[in-house]
């Protein structure tokens, strides 16, 4: 089993910046991969930054945020991040983090797909205004 505890997010004004953490513990040892998703009222999970916990840490963002998003990981800490700058009202929303801790292998590239991953944190809200 794996453990995943977001931390981090809060109230921004446009323009601001935030970092949101994900602790992880429990059997952590076979996440392959994790991503970021993130929920706004109303609307559907979506998937925002992913990252291959691999050699070479390939990364992908969903287009709204590339530039502005950088996801990473602190293997050291057991601890993903993601650093939100220029954050947009648009981006309001409960963040999420997921992992992969299946073992399996697809390749260096990360999927943004909520089937994909096994294991969730509870969120954090992240709420930016004008």
């Known amino acids: 089993q794996v453990q995943l505890v977001e931390s981090g997010g809060g109230s921004v004004q446009a323009g601001g910046s935030l970092r949101l953490s994900c602790a992880a513990s429990g059997d952590t040892y076979n996440s392959n991969y994790m991503a970021w998703f993130r929920q706004a009222p109303g609307q559907g999970r979506e998937g925002v930054a992913c990252i291959y916990t691999g050699g070479g840490g390939s990364t992908y963002y969903v287009d709204s945020v590339k530039g502005r998003f950088t996801i990473s990981r602190d293997n050291a800490k057991n601890t993903l991040y993601l650093q939100m700058s220029n954050l947009k009202p648009e981006d309001t929303a409960m963040y999420y983090c997921?992992?992969?801790?299946?073992?399996?292998?697809?390749?260096?590239?990360?999927?943004?797909?909520?089937?994909?991953?096994?294991?969730w944190g509870q969120g954090t809200q992240v709420t930016v205004s004008s």
């Open positions: 997921a992992t992969d801790s299946r073992g399996g292998w697809y390749g260096s590239r990360c999927r943004l797909r909520t089937y994909e991953y096994n294991y």
